[in-house]
């Protein structure tokens, strides 16, 4: 039996990600995965020398499986996460997110998402690939 224990994997800094929504992108913006883990690791680094734990909180999935997983910021190496996952029923949600729908009609999505429409605008860049825009535009 090997009793072999590697202590750099005890020495690992600790960082808490709470899985959530992303905030909103201004719509030409191109922050990117990798502009979101060039901070994130800055940020991170900041709260650390405080001898803080830091809490990730939103970020789009795809966002964090780059800072966790791609090799040129060797996270795993230096981090032990913690992941938050908030689930909920799906009728609950399904209410909320009716209700939340009906809330952003009545303050003005529609004119909102009508003043970021280009017709011969990039989608795949800032906030116009978000959930519901592209549908939207069809208005």
Do not use: H
């Given at each position: 039996m090997n009793t072999f224990i590697n202590n750099e994997e005890f020495n690992k800094k600790k960082v808490i990600f709470i899985?959530?929504?992303?905030?909103e992108i201004e719509p030409d913006s191109n922050f990117t995965?990798?502009?979101?883990?060039?901070?994130?690791?800055?940020?991170m680094e900041k709260i650390m020398k405080t001898q803080r734990v830091p809490i990730i909180v939103g970020g789009s999935n795809?966002?964090?499986e780059k800072l966790v997983e791609d090799p040129v910021f060797t996270f795993k190496y230096k981090y032990d996460c913690c992941f938050i996952?908030?689930?909920?029923?799906?009728?609950v949600l399904n209410r909320r997110v009716d209700m939340r729908v009906d809330q952003l009609v009545k303050?003005?999505?529609?004119?909102?998402?009508?003043?970021?429409?280009i017709p011969d605008a990039d989608y795949t860049k800032g906030i116009r690939p978000s959930i519901?825009?592209?549908?939207?535009?069809?208005?």
């Amino acid at each position: 039996m090997n009793t072999f224990i590697n202590n750099e994997e005890f020495n690992k800094k600790k960082v808490i990600f709470i899985m959530g929504a992303t905030g909103e992108i201004e719509p030409d913006s191109n922050f990117t995965a990798e502009d979101f883990c060039l901070q994130a690791i800055v940020y991170m680094e900041k709260i650390m020398k405080t001898q803080r734990v830091p809490i990730i909180v939103g970020g789009s999935n795809s966002y964090i499986e780059k800072l966790v997983e791609d090799p040129v910021f060797t996270f795993k190496y230096k981090y032990d996460c913690c992941f938050i996952w908030i689930d909920v029923e799906q009728s609950v949600l399904n209410r909320r997110v009716d209700m939340r729908v009906d809330q952003l009609v009545k303050v003005g999505l529609v004119d909102e998402v009508r003043q970021i429409f280009i017709p011969d605008a990039d989608y795949t860049k800032g906030i116009r690939p978000s959930i519901g825009v592209p549908e939207w535009t069809d208005i």
